[in-house]
């Protein structure tokens, strides 16, 4: 039974989290499309590297929430993670559609889901993650972020919000070219993000995206 923390979160250990749980959820997600059809589907959020910040946000927010939880015990875990991870997954597709004009999942398909953006079977298992979660892998990062320097964790930091700035602007200039509307390549961000980021690149990197009616 789940009834106390090995340690309490600080700045650095959030960071840890954030990191961790952007590449793990990133590698989960391509093993997962690998069990299911046998071929491999890039599954990250940004440009550079493996990393999906959904499941780092996801970490965070859920670690956060959670921690005043855990003396109440595994249910009260499993309901709150179930809980905490359908809205930040509800959240995290409007805020996509809003931002970009674009959707990565569509569960319409699949009973019990609301409005196509969660269903009952992935809420379940937020559920199951949030309790494994912080029964076995908050300890472990929690060791990992008192053992290593603090600057590591900054560096990392300073890494991924050049890799998130980079993603956005690609993002948004791949929308443009789509939609016909990304005129000549006056500038040179925008000569250096149609040659290194052209429709085929964005396309690997996200190949669950669809803008609009496409």
Request: glycine letters at 8%; charged letters at 15%.
């Amino acid at each position: 039974m789940l009834t106390k923390l090995k340690g309490k979160p600080n700045f650095i250990f959030y960071l840890w989290i954030f990191m961790i749980g952007s590449v793990f959820g990133s590698m989960w997600e391509i093993l997962w499309h690998f069990v299911r059809f046998l071929d491999y589907s890039n599954r990250t959020a940004l440009v550079f590297g493996y990393w999906n910040v959904l499941y780092g946000m996801g970490g965070v927010i859920m670690t956060a929430v959670l921690v005043p939880f855990v003396k109440r015990g595994g249910l009260a875990i499993f309901l709150m993670s179930f809980l905490t991870g359908s809205v930040v997954e509800f959240i995290a597709s409007v805020g996509q559609e809003i931002v970009f004009g674009a959707s990565s999942w569509n569960y319409s398909s699949m009973p019990l889901n609301l409005f196509g953006r969660i269903n009952l079977v992935y809420s379940l298992f937020w559920g199951l993650a949030g309790y494994l979660w912080m029964k076995y892998c908050y300890p472990k990062i929690w060791d990992v972020s008192e053992e290593l320097p603090k600057e590591s964790a900054y560096a990392l930091m300073v890494f991924l919000i050049i890799n998130i700035v980079f993603s956005v602007f690609a993002t948004f200039r791949w929308k443009l070219r789509l939609e016909g509307k990304a005129g000549d390549t006056d500038t040179l961000l925008e000569r250096f993000l149609d040659f290194f980021f052209n429709n085929d690149a964005m396309s690997f990197v996200y190949p669950n995206w669809h803008f609009g009616s496409s």
